[in-house]
């Protein structure tokens, strides 16, 4: 298990505020009534609007950096959200020469068009010290400039729906001592909360085209509604934006924006900026991430595939007691299964059941759980853990109960296979219990799994049983159904092994019990275990007792035979496979490609005479489908030619050509060109 090289972010700081600040889309705040339009463009001309980066005038308003929405309710799609920046990020017209007194005294004017929130007075006694709890109260006669003493509320419209005027100078207070502004903002916490990102980013719009200056809790909404899980990471250029941005105006990210950011990052690939923020966060405003934030930071790792930064964050929590959330387990598992760590995520499994086994049983959660281990250590074929978690999750709870694990069909033929592969024939007969309480239909590859792993494990009786178990129920079988039968007699070299199958079988005739009985593919497998020991005689005489055995030969028996004539005698035996060859004829049994292909091999490699192979290179071609040869029977031919310095070489080789086999018919040009006779020169003579 190695982990990508991926060092602490380097880049020059102010090269990456530069690109942050490119992305930002910076308009103008415009007004959508006639009369009003007329006198902003007439206050625009006469105050140009300073540029952003420069020194702002002394009555610089920092409450227009907002743009107008022409409609408060717009539908805008999230689209557009990184244009929606543009209410925050614009220099908006200066909508009067002479900013409002109170605004000097309970905002902390900065002087440079905008508010300094970080030195806000006092609160009053009728309202709490966080600003998220708003109390309803008419503003203190003693912080309200002479208009607004002389100018009760009228009588349709309250205080908080009281906005102003700020296109004509009379500009909202941006402060929570606004009943006005305090409703909007409690709505906009409202919709972090509980809405969309669309919704949120409209109704911020529409604080912007009321007046409103942006402060640090409008910025921290909209960076947690990009946040919002159900658009995961789609959104985090608008929140860099978003966060570079407030920075710009002099604001000093809290804790809450970072963890939203981190939050983000935990889908993202981005790890890049992701070091950047976390360096920022930690190194230049000392805030530590808290146990969410450390969970956001090691999921990022799993999704960047920081796999091993992952796990060392992962067991340091754990030694230091902390909680790492179920969900991160889960990521945590099926990433080491990508890189078949299984022994690791069992390992981790075991660290989930100290910290979750207790709080989700019976939740329905831990199910779950163990569905994924046991997934992926069947898919690497992991024994012990397959053994394992089988046990423990499906084997040992009862049945009813809500931990109990109950696989799929595609799992349990995983779990059958590993059980296959190991020799494991308790696990495979588990794995059957299972799907005969669904009713499930058994097919060959149930079968032969079964037979295999009990012909792995040494248990050839039951191996063989399983064969005629299949055939009991109509169930046919394939050339490779016995193959683990074979492994199983051959792996030792022992021709020995080989006699005790062979007597298995007759035991099996001379049985009562009708499981006991021989199947032509357990009787195949005996003989392919003596071609493939090189026992030739041996294998003759099995099949000599094939009506003693009550079998009656297929066309893989004779396949077998053929390739014995060929594997095992130098020359093949040619007048043997041509005896064979005259039986099954006999027999009625019709031969496949792999017949002829045995049976060219055995005229192709006579000592001097191998003209039949071309003859049995013909009738294959009617018997496969198209015409269609394996490449590999002509690299036979071109191999053998090219020994024998054959001319017929190039014909070989231009019908590979023609069939697609391009790539197989390169390795033979330099030959062709070798024995291709060269054609004289015509000479003209007058």
Not at 102 to 129: A, E, H, I, K
Not at 371 to 392: F, P, R, T
Not at 479 to 498: C, D, H, P, Q
Request: hydrophobic fraction near 35%; include cysteine.
């Amino acid at each position: 298990m190695l982990r990508p090289a991926v060092n602490a972010v380097q880049a020059d700081c102010q090269s990456l505020l530069a690109t942050a600040r490119s992305v930002s889309v910076v308009r103008r705040r415009t007004v959508h009534t006639a009369r009003q339009l007329q006198q902003s463009q007439a206050n625009w001309s006469s105050n140009p609007a300073p540029n952003r980066t420069s020194n702002r005038p002394p009555n610089g308003n920092r409450n227009n950096n907002y743009r107008n929405n022409n409609n408060s309710g717009s539908n805008a799609n999230l689209s557009d959200l990184s244009e929606s920046l543009a209410f925050l990020t614009s220099n908006r017209p200066p909508s009067s020469n002479n900013i409002p007194r109170q605004f000097r005294r309970n905002n902390n004017y900065n002087g440079n068009g905008g508010f300094n929130n970080r030195n806000r007075p006092p609160p009053s006694p009728l309202t709490t010290s966080d600003n998220n709890a708003f109390i309803r109260f008419r503003p203190d006669s003693s912080q309200t400039s002479s208009r607004e003493r002389q100018t009760p509320y009228p009588r349709a419209l309250g205080p908080e729906d009281d906005h102003k005027d700020a296109v004509n100078g009379d500009v909202p207070l941006t402060n929570v001592s606004n009943p006005a502004y305090a409703k909007l903002l409690r709505r906009l916490l409202d919709l972090t909360n509980h809405s969309t990102p669309k919704e949120v980013f409209t109704h911020a719009k529409f604080m912007a085209s009321k007046g409103y200056a942006p402060t640090l809790e409008t910025y921290s909404c909209l960076i947690q509604a990009c946040a919002d899980p159900n658009v995961g990471c789609s959104m985090q250029e608008t929140a860099l934006s978003l966060f570079e941005e407030l920075k710009e105006e002099g604001f000093t990210p809290n804790s809450t924006i970072y963890h939203n950011l981190l939050k983000i990052f935990a889908h993202s690939p981005d790890y890049i900026s992701m070091e950047r923020v976390l360096k920022e966060m930690t190194g230049t405003y000392g805030i530590l991430p808290d146990v969410e934030g450390q969970q956001h930071i090691l999921r990022h790792y799993l999704t960047t595939n920081q796999l091993e930064r992952a796990m060392e964050m992962f067991y340091e929590r754990r030694s230091n007691g902390e909680k790492v959330h179920y969900n991160t387990y889960m990521e945590i598992i099926k990433a080491l299964g990508r890189v078949n760590e299984v022994d690791e995520a069992m390992k981790v499994m075991l660290e989930f059941q100290k910290e979750w086994g207790n709080s989700v049983a019976g939740s329905g959660l831990q199910p779950m759980a163990w569905y994924e281990l046991l997934n992926i250590a069947a898919s690497n074929y992991h024994i012990d853990g397959v053994s394992y978690i089988w046990k423990k999750a499906v084997q040992s709870p009862p049945p009813t109960s809500k931990t109990a694990l109950n696989p799929d069909d595609g799992l349990c033929l995983k779990v059958l296979n590993t059980a296959a592969r190991h020799g494991n024939p308790d696990l495979a007969l588990e794995v059957f219990r299972v799907l005969t309480l669904r009713n499930l239909p058994f097919q060959e590859h149930h079968y032969a799994a079964l037979s295999a792993s009990y012909a792995r494990s040494g248990q050839l009786i039951p191996a063989f049983r399983a064969l005629t178990l299949m055939r009991n129920q109509g169930i046919a079988h394939t050339a490779t159904t016995a193959n683990a039968i074979i492994e199983a007699l051959t792996s030792a070299g022992k021709i020995e092994i080989v006699d005790s199958a062979y007597s298995t079988l007759k035991d099996f005739v001379a049985s009562t019990n009708d499981k006991e009985v021989v199947e032509v593919a357990g009787f195949n497998a005996v003989l392919a275990a003596c071609v493939k020991l090189k026992d030739l005689e041996r294998a003759l005489g099995v099949y000599a007792e094939c009506a003693a055995l009550n079998v009656a030969p297929n066309t893989e028996t004779f396949n077998t035979l053929f390739r014995g004539c060929v594997e095992c005698s130098t020359p093949p035996n040619k007048e043997l496979a041509m005896f064979l060859a005259n039986e099954m004829k006999e027999m009625g049994l019709q031969p496949d490609f792999v017949t002829y292909e045995e049976l060219l091999k055995v005229s192709l490699y006579q000592e001097e005479d191998y003209e039949d192979a071309f003859v049995y290179l013909e009738e294959m071609k009617e018997v496969i489908p198209g015409g269609k040869v394996r490449p590999m029977v002509y690299s036979w031919i071109a191999t053998r030619l090219e020994e024998k310095n054959d001319e017929r070489l190039g014909m070989v080789v231009e019908e590979m050509k023609s069939l697609g086999y391009e790539e197989e018919a390169k390795a033979w040009d330099a030959a062709v060109e070798r024995l291709t006779p060269s054609q004289p020169e015509l000479v003209y003579k007058d």
